[in-house]
């Protein structure tokens, strides 16, 4: 891979929102992102797309997954990449958002991950710097590379989601992963559905795009697809749900329960994964129906794929003012 062969013009200069994008802008991030996901697959995982850019990693949250495919692409790509620890910064000393940010800015990185409790801080981050920026996380509201990878596994298993039926299952209230992922689904032309008992479910679900259920057997019933939530803890107060057991029992994916839905139906969850509480343990590694690994590795190539495109633009534009 060389940086001439991505010749896409991606009209985008950040990632916030799966808003931003349009059919053709997911067809060409899937395409990219098939090919990275082939190359990480071989001896040489390493290309020069984006030689000679810097990109932070800003996490002020706590992060597995998420930050450590960031960085792994990044690299891959050949970017110089920095992991910023919020634990070990100036905001531990009592620096605004906005102050660390502008510092970081004046260091002339070229891309910005961002992830952070409050909603809205990427946009923020954006807006306060200039600087190409990429949403890994907002609060509750949205988390698009999230969206983006978890649907091109399915499409890796499934081919094009256009009329196929997708659960999401769990902690909507508190999901970013949640919101974005219906907006994608939607694009795509999927039929999804959101299914949570009322207290984890926002008071506007039903304006989302999405059929909402209560009762999981009635939400899974030809489901080709069902993604279950991480029951958010540290975001509730008491009273969101009786107890961890009674809520695996009405709401945990099991093999049993799956026979609610179309034969071969498959599995996702965002991680990180509370076994026997959303989701059953050996169902979870059942090799043939579980995607939560297969979503690991398509995490590395998808945002490898957001990156080129956000950073092949950020280069063409330094270029074109120097």
């Known amino acids: 891979m060389t940086r001439a ?6 009209p985008h200069r950040r990632l916030i929102s799966i ?4 059919p053709l802008d997911v067809d060409i991030l899937f395409d990219r992102a098939e090919h990275w996901l082939e190359v990480c697959r071989t001896p040489a995982k390493k290309a020069d797309a984006l030689r000679g850019l810097t990109q932070i990693n800003l996490f002020f949250e706590p992060s597995t997954r998420t930050q450590a495919s960031f960085e792994i692409a990044g690299k891959r790509l050949g970017a110089d990449v920095v992991n910023f620890s919020a634990a070990s910064s100036s905001t531990s000393k009592g620096e605004t958002l906005l102050d660390t940010v502008k510092t970081l800015a004046a260091m002339n990185p070229d891309l910005l991950v961002v992830r952070h409790k409050a909603c809205g801080a990427a946009a923020f981050v954006s807006d306060a710097t200039g600087i190409a920026v990429v949403n890994a996380g907002d609060g509750m509201n949205e988390h698009p590379t999230q969206a983006l990878l978890d649907a091109f596994t399915l499409t890796q298993r499934l081919g094009p989601l256009g009329g196929r039926r997708v659960l999401i299952v769990g902690d909507v209230l508190h999901s970013r992963v949640a919101r974005s992922g219906v907006q994608l689904l939607n694009l795509l032309g999927a039929e999804v559905r ?3 008992p009322p207290t984890l479910l926002p008071l506007d679900a039903d304006r989302w795009g999405a059929e909402v ?8 019933d030809g489901c080709d697809a069902v993604m279950a939530l991480r029951l958010q803890q540290e975001r509730m107060m008491a009273g969101y749900i009786p107890s961890l057991r009674e809520y695996f029992h009405f709401y945990g994916l099991t093999a049993r329960r799956l026979e609610a839905a179309s034969p071969g139906a498959l599995v996702l969850h965002p991680g990180p994964m509370n076994r026997g509480v959303e989701i059953d343990g050996a169902l979870a590694d059942d090799e043939e129906r579980s995607l939560v690994l297969d979503q690991v590795e398509a995490g590395v190539a998808m945002r490898m ?3 080129e495109a ?9 270029e074109r003012r120097q």
């Open 310 to 318: 956000i950073g092949t633009l950020a280069r063409k534009n330094e």
């Open 5 to 10: 062969e991505f010749s896409y013009d991606f």
């Open 213 to 220: 259920f209560h009762d999981l057997d009635d939400a899974l």
């Open 194 to 196: 959101l299914c949570a």
């Open 305 to 307: 794929a957001v990156l």
């Open 19 to 22: 808003a931003d994008l349009n």
